[in-house]
């Protein structure tokens, strides 16, 4: 797993004990076993490839801090497995398409992203699956094992009591914004050659001359599924689906038939029935995203900057123009702004720099509060589409120490991060002692994070 480092501390020395063999001598081999799973050289050399490529650096020597890492990682694995944590197809591939977007919008394009990584998107996506499917587990068992850990606000209030006010946390500056899109129109013909593709799909399958689940595999533009033949993998509810896709998927009765064409934010689908238990069904699609042009592009935001202009010269108010023009289904019922995941989970209209999108942030960095943006160019996190956007900057808080007046919910979540992050520890600790340990001699002498891997 391509997990990265904790600390961001210069690269030591390698320890000539802990040192990786000559590439040309070893083809590969088990340097470390966990339990009954192995750890090999080349998960360690992945690692070290993707934190390169990212520009991450180790604060001990990668040779030894990264099996440690991995160890560690299939400590919350095996635990995951005994509490029976689960994740879903559609979970994993909406984590993997988000790290893909993120990706396009910093490299500029899908182009540059694949020539970047030397691979196709669709290349791509099967390599971060079974990292993100990982890394979701990792979390979620994380989440399971700290639940129950609170803090009080007499616990947040004495805690930092004890500090002096120069050590006191820097509060990162946080903005609010506001934001409206426009997303460019996809012409007829395009509309046509998709649903024309979907048709000759359905009649191929009802031809016989092949299956729903090899059409999908081979065709369908879901990352999620496509691997599985189309196929969710799990039995779902009409809540966790598309309204206008669960409509269509929730008549289907029989699992020989192909339902009409089905039209939703992600584009066209044709969906088989596989079964039906209760208020649950099990079914696969097709989904084919349809391509838009550079010239709607361009119209979009030329749309955007004349909205954008009547605005600045009051015509209208940026939250009416949010709330009846934007095509953002998130923002615009809440006059354009912009919601955020805390960490306690709870919804904030505040967001640090470092997490709102990359083209947003870039475009927010330089702005002054209640200024209106240029339309600029983004993909959406959600869904892969390309949109074009104006935001409004509602408001900035620049860096500044906490204060328990202003900052006690930010104050609370750093006890409790604290709180749970020596659980954790001790977790950890306590799970090396009981877990079997085989090292490869060479890691022995390793300045280890945790004791007790050297039994």
């Known amino acids: 797993m391509g997990v990265k480092a904790d600390s961001t501390a210069e690269v030591s020395n390698v320890d000539s004990t802990a040192a990786a063999p000559n590439p040309s001598s070893v083809v590969d081999e088990v340097i470390w076993v966990v339990g009954d799973?192995?750890?090999?050289?080349?998960?360690?050399?992945?690692?070290?490839m993707q934190s390169e490529l990212e520009g991450v650096k180790w604060d001990r020597n990668p040779d030894c801090a990264i099996p440690e890492q991995l160890a560690v990682q299939k400590l919350f694995l095996h635990q995951a497995a005994i509490d029976s944590i689960e994740v879903t197809e559609s979970e994993v591939a909406q984590s993997v398409e988000e790290q893909i977007n993120y990706w396009i919008q910093m490299t500029g394009s899908r182009e540059k992203l694949e020539e970047y990584k030397n691979m196709s998107l669709s290349e791509l996506r099967q390599t971060l699956h079974d990292d993100f499917r990982n890394r979701l587990l990792i979390n979620r068992e994380r989440e399971e094992l700290v639940s129950d850990i609170t803090v009080s606000p007499a616990d947040v209030r004495r805690y930092?009591?004890?500090?002096?006010?120069?050590?006191?946390?820097?509060i990162p500056t946080e903005v609010e914004v506001q934001i409206i899109t426009r997303t460019p129109k996809v012409a007829q013909e395009e509309v046509d050659?998709?649903?024309?593709?979907?048709?000759?799909?359905?009649?191929?399958?009802?031809?016989?001359?092949?299956?729903?689940?090899?059409?999908a595999t081979l065709y369908s533009e879901d990352p999620g599924t496509a691997r599985q033949g189309g196929a969710f993998?799990?039995?779902?509810?009409?809540?966790?689906?598309?309204?206008?896709?669960?409509?269509?998927?929730?008549?289907?009765?029989?699992?020989?038939?192909?339902?009409?064409?089905?039209?939703?934010?992600?584009?066209?689908?044709?969906?088989?029935?596989?079964?039906?238990?209760?208020?649950?069904?099990?079914?696969?699609?097709?989904?084919l995203r349809p391509k838009v042009t550079q010239e709607a592009i361009d119209f979009a935001a030329s749309q955007l900057d004349s909205i954008a202009g009547n605005i600045r010269e009051g015509k209208f108010s940026f939250d009416e123009a949010a709330t009846f023009i934007s095509d953002d289904k998130d923002t615009r019922n809440n006059h354009g702004l912009m919601a955020n995941q805390g960490n306690d989970g709870r919804m904030t209209s505040r967001f640090q720099m470092r997490n709102l999108p990359p083209e947003i942030a870039k475009v927010v960095d330089s702005m002054k509060v209640g200024e209106v943006s240029a339309p600029f160019q983004m993909i959406s996190l959600k869904n892969g589409k390309t949109v074009c956007a104006i935001v409004k900057l509602k408001n900035r808080v620049e860096t500044h120490r906490a204060t328990i007046t202003e900052d006690f919910q930010t104050m609370k979540d750093i006890v409790l991060a604290k709180r749970r992050e020596e659980f954790i520890d001790k977790w950890i600790k306590d799970k090396i002692k009981a877990t079997y340990v085989r090292i490869n001699d060479r890691y022995k002498n390793c300045d280890f994070q945790y004791e007790g891997w050297v039994k």
């Open 37 to 48: 799973e192995p750890i090999l050289l080349s998960d360690v050399e992945n690692v070290r």
């Open 193 to 215: 050659r998709i649903k024309n593709q979907l048709r000759e799909y359905t009649e191929r399958v009802n031809k016989g001359e092949t299956s729903f689940a090899t059409l």
């Open 233 to 287: 993998q799990d039995y779902v509810g009409r809540g966790v689906l598309d309204p206008t896709f669960a409509s269509v998927a929730f008549n289907l009765t029989d699992p020989k038939k192909i339902s009409k064409i089905v039209e939703t934010e992600y584009g066209f689908h044709i969906i088989q029935l596989i079964d039906k238990r209760g208020d649950r069904i099990k079914v696969r699609h097709i989904l």
């Open 160 to 170: 930092f009591s004890e500090l002096p006010e120069d050590s006191l946390p820097i």
